[in-house]
């Protein structure tokens, strides 16, 4: 990755046909500007990656009628010397990322508008791993996460050296990396079917994986060369970060 501007990619569209229970809770017309502790969603997280160095622009991805009442939001931000701009999403995540990422070269760090643990520290840890890899996702150990939260999160995916959740926070260094977005084409809720693990990754693949033959390390190496990729997992210490405030359990 070169040291040209990260632009930050956040997606906040819902679930075609999906009632969110939190935003139904609260009378609100959309998930991302539902509160917690007193302010919407995709505020929390805006906080975070606005006030990031080094940023070309800041992409939302959400439903062009939904664009209007969540532009109100905005004013806070009008200085903090980033663009933030809207993005009409797409059927799937990854024709949503690939229309907000238009013709840009990158690097993209992409994450949604539920993620609202995310820290600065996080942010740039995925921009080092971003130095060296051409893609990379985020994950935390299980125990962490069960430290931070017992029932925060209830999918693990289990390799030979620990388990670990998705902390929902990407980074894709260049064009080339879109390869490896082709893989949640379908859907990333992976532990819901695992089909769409298979044509992802491959049954070879899963099949180390569900036997625990292949760590962490060992795995991404290999997802990355199905790919043509350097893929590398950004691994957080803090299990907080696996853990979306997306539901009354969370």
């Not at 160095?53 to 959400?62: Q, V």
């Not at 520290?121 to 791993?129: A, K, N, S, Y």
């Not at 962490?216 to 970060?241: H, N, P, Q, S, Y």
């Amino acid at each position: 990755m070169s040291d040209r501007p990260t632009t930050v990619i956040i997606l906040a569209a819902q679930r075609t046909g999906v009632v969110n229970p939190l935003a139904t809770r609260a009378g609100v017309s959309h998930k991302c500007i539902a509160p917690i502790c007193g302010r919407p969603l995709i505020e929390w997280v805006l906080d975070i990656v606005s006030a990031r160095p080094n940023l070309a622009e800041i992409r939302i991805s959400i439903e062009p009628e939904a664009q209007e009442e969540v532009g109100a939001l905005l004013a806070p931000y009008a200085d903090c010397g980033v663009p933030i701009t809207f993005v009409d999403s797409q059927p799937g995540i990854v024709d949503s990322v690939t229309a907000a990422a238009k013709d840009d070269e990158g690097p993209f760090v992409i994450t949604t508008a539920d993620n609202v643990l995310i820290t600065a520290e996080g942010f740039e840890l995925v921009r080092d791993t971003l130095t060296r890899a051409d893609a990379t996702l985020t994950l935390a150990r299980e125990k962490d996460v069960r430290a931070a939260h017992p029932e925060g999160q209830r999918n693990y995916y289990k390799f030979r050296d620990t388990g670990v959740a998705n902390c929902n926070l990407y980074g894709l260094a260049n064009r080339r990396a879109f390869a490896a977005a082709e893989a949640f084409r379908e859907g990333g809720q992976f532990m819901k079917n695992r089909d769409r693990m298979i044509r992802a990754f491959g049954l070879f693949n899963i099949a180390l994986m569900a036997l625990k033959l292949v760590d962490v390390k060992g795995a991404m190496k290999r997802i990355g060369k199905r790919f043509g990729l350097t893929i590398e997992a950004t691994m957080f210490d803090d299990g907080a970060l696996a853990i979306d405030v997306d539901n009354e359990r969370t």
